[in-house]
């Protein structure tokens, strides 16, 4: 019976191309698709702020987020951030958040964001008339990115 020679060269191949891959920092490849999740979202979110849609600017938060205004009112929950958004009125003001830093822990389910936002009046014009600084934790409990808590500081 004739023999057929076997053809090693396929799975050598292979093995070579799963030993390269398994080199790759294959956790930071996740985490940088959760950070530009997160940026997504963030963007959403401005939108959102800027179309006046308080409906989706909510839906970006947990039910229990905290939020510090930055003028250091705090607020516990969605509920009392929705009703703190009503009692502004009419107002036409809206922000703008921009992450400098967002670091994730994809194991835990946590993000952290910090950045600068600035506050803008169109009645008044294209300038923001208030800014400073801003932190955001952010958690995946749910499978989603929501915000867990916020702190803006009032600075400019």
Request: with cysteine; aromatic share 8%.
């Amino acid at each position: 019976m004739k023999q057929m020679k076997k053809n090693t060269r396929k799975p050598a191949a292979v093995i070579c191309l799963i030993m390269l891959l398994s080199t790759l920092p294959v956790s930071k490849t996740f985490a940088q698709d959760h950070e530009q999740q997160i940026r997504n979202i963030r963007q959403a979110s401005n939108e959102a702020l800027r179309a006046y849609n308080n409906e989706l600017v909510l839906s970006f938060l947990t039910e229990d987020v905290l939020t510090t205004t930055g003028n250091g009112t705090l607020l516990a929950g969605k509920e009392a951030l929705s009703k703190y958004i009503a009692a502004a009125g009419e107002s036409k003001m809206f922000w703008v958040r921009t992450p400098e830093e967002i670091k994730v822990n994809e194991v835990k389910g946590l993000a952290w964001e910090n950045g600068t936002w600035k506050g803008y009046d169109p009645e008044k014009g294209d300038t923001s008339i208030v800014g400073g600084s801003y932190a955001a934790m952010w958690t995946k409990e749910t499978g989603q990115w929501l915000i867990k808590s916020q702190l803006f500081v009032a600075l400019d």
